[in-house]
Nanobody, 124 residues
């Protein structure tokens, strides 16, 4: 497994931007597809965005498409989530996750390693 630590959350007004970072440990980071999920109070943990091992292919939940951008830097063992045009509905704890298998999945049950999460709060 890979160890993951998120950072960059905070309080922002609607329409603002935040950039989340996820630092990964381990020499095999580039072998894992990576994703961001989020969980609002009382709700399930939902898929937000995914990037493949090389960073050449990304996918997004419909709710964030066009506003969020996922990227990775394999040389630095980092994954990022740039969030623009934030809305109050984006308020949640955001988690970075690593998928052990390489087949495409947005199902949280297919992700083996998780960070502790970082809180994002968007005020109206």
């Amino acid at each position: 497994q890979v160890q993951l630590v998120e950072s960059g959350g905070g309080l922002v007004q609607a329409g603002g931007s935040l950039r989340l970072s996820c630092a990964a440990s381990g020499r095999t980071f580039s072998s894992y597809p990576m994703a961001w999920f989020r969980q609002a109070p009382g709700k399930e943990r939902d898929f937000v965005a995914r990037v493949n091992r090389s960073g050449s292919f990304t996918s997004y939940a419909d709710s964030v498409k066009g506003r969020f951008t996922i990227s990775r830097d394999n040389a630095k063992n980092m994954v990022y989530l740039q969030m623009n045009s934030l809305k109050p509905d984006d308020t949640a704890v955001y988690y970075c996750a690593a998928q052990k298998l390489t087949s495409y999945s947005t199902n949280r049950n297919d992700y083996d390693s998780w960070g502790q999460g970082t809180q994002v709060t968007v005020s109206s």
